[in-house]
T-cell receptor, first 114, second 113 residues
Framework: GAVVSQHPSWVICKSGTSVKIECRSLDFQATTMFWYRQFPKQSLMLMATSNEGSKATYEQGVEKDKFLINHASLTLSTLTVTSAHPEDSSFYICSARNQGNTQYFGPGTRLTVL | GENVEQHPSTLSVQEGDSAVIKCTYS??????FPWYKQELGKRPQLIID?????GEKKDQRIAVTLNKTAKHFSLHITETQPEDSAVYFC????????????FGKGTRLSVIA
């Protein structure tokens, strides 16, 4: 199947700092990528839809100024958590859709904000 | 928008027995229904999917059924093994463009040896 990578796999940062997470589709082009957040023992909650060459579409309740998304190419989307706080600690997972419209997930990034 | 309900939230079965997980969806326009398996701390892995033009799909021990009229779909795992223990998520979407998957809340399956 298609491969989606994510970097870093885990990050620990101090409160108030910004963290950038990269999502790459390694063997296919993805005009659309999705960013999810998953808290322990909960389901995946969609944060935003990342569209190559245009602005991301954010879900209700997700602050666009706090979670900056950039989809600069057909294989790369980035999520920047700005001014991170402990409540932002979570498992962030991206996914990318291939031309067959099947969605593949990255391995996730575990963010811990101290 | 789409809403997906998933039951049960937890399921324990004896090794070798079958497991069934059920989901319902609200948007009649949805036409793509994948199932993902997620082990602790890992990414969700697509295990099977079904599109609205078929009613059933099978892949070895895993099968999915879809009832579009009733707007529900189910995952069936036969001859369960301990390695089937994980959290399973159903999802639904309109399978085109930038329409995202909407996930159920997940089912924690435990297969007891």
């Amino acid at each position: 199947g298609a491969v989606v990578s994510q970097h870093p796999s885990w990050v620990i940062c101090k409160s108030g700092t910004s963290v950038k997470i990269e999502c790459r589709s390694l063997d296919f082009q993805a005009t659309t990528m999705f960013w999810y957040r998953q808290f322990p023992k909960q389901s995946l909650m969609l944060m935003a839809t990342s569209n190559e060459g245009s602005k991301a579409t954010y879900e209700q309740g997700v602050e666009k100024d706090k979670f900056l998304i950039n989809h600069a190419s057909l294989t790369l989307s980035t999520l920047t958590v700005t001014s991170a706080h402990p409540e932002d600690s979570s498992f962030y997972i991206c996914s990318a859709r291939n031309q067959g419209n099947t969605q593949y997930f990255g391995p996730g990034t575990r963010l811990t904000v101290l | 928008g789409e809403n997906v309900e998933q039951h049960p939230s937890t399921l324990s079965v004896q090794e070798g027995d079958s497991a069934v997980i059920k989901c319902t969806y609200s948007d009649s326009a949805s036409n793509y229904f994948p199932w993902y398996k997620q082990e602790l701390g890992k990414r969700p892995q697509l295990i099977i999917d079904i599109r609205s033009n078929v009613g059933e799909k099978k892949d070895q021990r895993i099968a999915v059924t879809l009832n579009k009229t009733a707007k529900h779909f189910s995952l069936h795992i036969t001859e369960t093994q301990p390695e089937d223990s994980a959290v399973y998520f159903c999802a639904a979407s309109i399978n085109s463009g930038n329409t995202p998957l909407v996930f159920g809340k997940g089912t924690r399956l435990s297969v007891i040896a």
